[in-house]
């Protein structure tokens, strides 16, 4: 399973890539424990999706995230005794928050009047989904182990 989203991400197939990441994510909802054993190298093979710099559709960043809070969230012995990949994949999540487009759209540069930043048409921010992701990591696995690894890398 691993491999077609591998092959998606070489050959650029932002579809395939992304339905990949849509059945990821409903097998993670439903039968989290299938991803278990297997997570760490879930994790090495897929990470460098969230840092890809030249996708379309910029969701397609956040789908792994998803997936790896996913399985955590209901399965938390995932990174109990892995302590290195819950620092990892907050890691992720900071990059994912602070990484920002080198191409700046007009509309960014020239906001219309009266716009509000608290608006992104629906669509989640990478910050918020950060966020979001972390506070989810925090509920699963508790304060003991997301607290040090966070004063950490904000440090």
Do not use: H
């Not at 990478?126 to 304060?143: E, Q, R, T």
């Amino acid at each position: 399973m691993t491999q077609v989203i591998m092959q998606a991400t070489t050959d650029d197939e932002e579809t395939v890539l992304q339905d990949a990441w849509i059945e990821f994510n409903e097998i993670a909802e439903i039968e989290p424990k299938f991803f278990q054993k297997t997570m760490k190298d879930i994790f090495a093979a897929t990470k460098t999706i969230v840092l890809k710099d030249d996708l379309t559709n910029t969701k397609i960043k956040q789908q792994p995230i998803e997936f790896y809070v996913t399985c955590i969230e209901r399965v938390p012995a995932i990174v109990k005794k892995n302590t290195d990949l819950l620092r990892e994949i907050i890691q992720l999540i900071f990059q994912l928050m602070i990484d920002v487009d080198v191409d700046i759209e007009e509309d960014w540069l020239k906001p219309k009047e009266g716009f509000r930043d608290n608006e992104n048409d629906g669509e989640e921010d990478n910050v918020n989904f950060g966020k979001s992701s972390i506070d989810k990591l925090i509920s699963a696995v508790g304060d003991e182990l997301t607290l040090p690894i966070l004063s950490e890398i904000t440090n």
